[in-house]
């Protein structure tokens, strides 16, 4: 089954590590920080979403199969939010924010592959761009989730803090192959 | 490769290039120049010749000494690897 369908534990094993340990970090380290210095805004969602780049990256790299991957450790992170924090996240908000992102990639790599020598020069510039407009199909996905309507504050809410959550993931991992880089100088 | 590998590999390029893009690394304008353009220009296996560097958008205005200059460089701080036959103008990009 796992190898007609061209899936590896390898993969599985690092996108679920990468995903966990990106949203450990928002709920340990960027929760707690903005329910101190901004305790009006709503809990259900992180001014800097880490998992979102993982999901953006994951999807961007592996296709439909980064869906299959994710929704193990979404659902997993889902119910240490629901069961542990008391954070009342709607069952469908894993497979609607994986969901967006499938539609992101296609819409993007779509309308890149329609230009002659690609819209993007570089493979970065084309996942910031997929996180961006993820991130506010993701707003207004949650915005119909929670209100049946639209709902401005947690559309906005969702958007920055999945774009954030990009930017920094990109910068720390940046930082981590310098680190990486130097370390293995010394060995 | 296995694909998980495969797929590490082309993550970790996507960051280099992003570090040299966005002006993180240490490197001198021509040493990135000609550093994006090699990236561009290798193969499924990260080979290239030095004559399509040359002929690169990103690289093609940088004079040939600074050029040559810049590419020793890249090859002493091993981001680019001359090939092990030493076949003349054939390098390889360094994962990342």
Not at chain 1, 140 to 166: K, R
Request: aromatic share 10%; charged share 15%; proline share 4%.
């Amino acid at each position: 089954m796992l190898q007609k369908l061209k899936l590896d534990w390898l993969t599985f094993v690092v996108v679920s590590v990468g995903y966990i340990c990106s949203y450990t970090i928002t709920s340990g380290l960027v929760m707690p920080l903005q329910k101190i210095f901004a305790p009006h805004l709503p809990i259900v969602f992180s001014v800097v979403f880490l998992p979102h780049g993982i999901r953006v990256l994951a999807v961007y790299f592996l296709g439909w199969r980064g869906l299959i991957y994710l929704l193990p450790s979404s659902y997993l992170m889902w119910a240490t939010s629901v069961y542990g924090s008391s954070i009342d996240l709607t069952i469908l908000s894993p497979v609607a924010s994986l969901s967006v992102v499938y539609v992101a990639v296609r819409m993007v790599k779509t309308y890149s592959r329609s230009q002659n020598k690609g819209a993007f020069d570089f493979a970065w510039k084309e996942c910031l761009v997929i996180a961006a407009i993820a991130s506010v199909l993701n707003g207004v996905a949650h915005s119909m989730l929670y209100d049946s309507a639209v709902n401005w504050i947690l559309i906005i809410g969702y958007s920055s803090g999945d774009m954030a959550g990009q930017i920094v993931l990109l910068f720390l991992m940046i930082a981590l192959m310098r680190l990486n880089r130097k370390l293995s100088k010394f060995i | 490769m296995s694909d998980a590998m495969k797929q590490l590999s082309r993550l970790a390029k996507l960051i280099f290039e992003m570090e040299i893009d966005l002006g993180l690394s240490d490197l001198s304008q021509p040493e990135k120049l000609v550093l994006m353009a090699a990236h561009e220009q290798s193969d499924a296996d990260g080979q290239f010749q030095t004559h399509q560097l040359l002929s690169h958008p990103l690289s093609a205005k940088i004079s040939r000494p600074t050029f040559f200059r810049a590419l020793k460089q890249l090859e002493q701080k091993e981001l680019l690897l001359r090939n092990p036959q030493k076949k003349r103008g054939l390098y390889s990009v360094a994962e990342t």
